[in-house]
């Protein structure tokens, strides 16, 4: 393993994308398979350092309750973290995060978590406001005015000061087939407000897994879609890319296909660091930095 892959700096760990993902859920979630320490042993034999564990986060009201952890298993999960980090100290870093559906009534309690745990992102899946259903990205087909909404949505958690990134910001392309003028506009709105307000963006591993679309415009992956990504690169946005693992054997899998993805796209990923907390044993700063795209190189992109 080359040195730039595994750099200790005083209290100071820096690891690159190869070796990193910090998105990974378990039985926790409600909708996926395998022990928290599972997805640590099957990271160790995939070659990661640095595992992230990052359930569904629940709210208080239990909102999403059917598709994602119960608020009562908040303890529960902690410890499973807690545990499986002991167990794979100086083997494996294990962190323990939450992907967060932000809204803007769930701001305190987010930030509060934001102190308890080693980092939170967010992701857009649900389009409904309604606290007793949800408008699915991926049980729906989604028109032009769905589109304005989700855009909405992610621009404000983008803006909420709480998110180290954004997951998967393509994930409409699921069931938004077309690469149309709304598309484009809802790709670059999200592009200026991540880079405005210094939020990485996800190119996420289980896109592909779902596999190839057929569109009007040829074949595709349903997301991470292309064209997203080649617009990105013309923006010094932070990308990175994670598995967004369901079982173990998904930990990280999809590295490869994501490392020739983001070369087809014009992409460099961010590197990440992770500062230990003396004062506590069980705490981590995690940050991100580098990742400058090749385009860009003697460009400047104006801030909308």
Excluded at 7 to 14: D, F, V
Aim: aromatic content about 12%.
């Amino acid at each position: 393993m080359s040195d730039t892959m595994f750099l200790y700096i005083m209290n100071m760990q820096t690891y690159t994308q190869e070796v990193v993902n910090l998105h990974t859920h378990s039985y926790y979630c409600g909708h996926g398979f395998g022990e928290v320490a599972e997805y640590a042993q099957e990271g160790l034999k995939q070659g990661l350092k640095l595992l992230g564990m990052s359930e569904h986060c629940p709210v208080p009201d239990n909102r999403w309750g059917s598709s994602r952890m119960s608020y009562s298993m908040l303890d529960s999960y902690t410890k499973d973290c807690l545990a499986t980090k002991d167990e794979f100290d100086g083997k494996l870093e294990v962190l323990r995060g939450y992907e967060c559906d932000y809204l803007r009534q769930y701001q305190s309690y987010f930030a509060e978590l934001q102190g308890a745990c080693d980092y939170l992102f967010f992701g857009v899946h649900d389009l409904s406001l309604d606290i007793g259903s949800e408008y699915s990205m991926f049980w729906n087909p989604l028109t032009k005015d769905d589109l304005i909404t989700y855009t909405k949505f992610y621009v404000e958690g983008l803006e909420s000061g709480l998110f180290l990134f954004g997951a998967h910001p393509d994930v409409f392309c699921h069931s938004y087939r077309a690469w149309d003028e709304e598309a484009i506009a809802c790709s670059k709105a999200i592009l200026e407000c991540a880079l405005a307000n210094d939020v990485a963006l996800e190119i996420n591993g289980n896109g592909m897994r779902k596999g190839l679309v057929k569109t009007s415009y040829g074949t595709r992956y349903a997301y991470p879609h292309h064209e997203f990504w080649k617009l990105a690169s013309q923006y010094p946005v932070k990308v990175i890319c994670n598995s967004d693992a369901h079982k173990p054997s998904h930990v990280n899998d999809s590295m490869s296909r994501c490392l020739l993805f983001a070369q087809e796209c014009g992409i460099t990923y961010s590197s990440f660091q992770v500062e230990k907390d003396q004062a506590k044993s069980s705490g981590a700063k995690l940050s991100l930095i580098g990742g400058a795209h090749p385009g860009l190189e003697g460009k400047r992109v104006a801030l909308p």
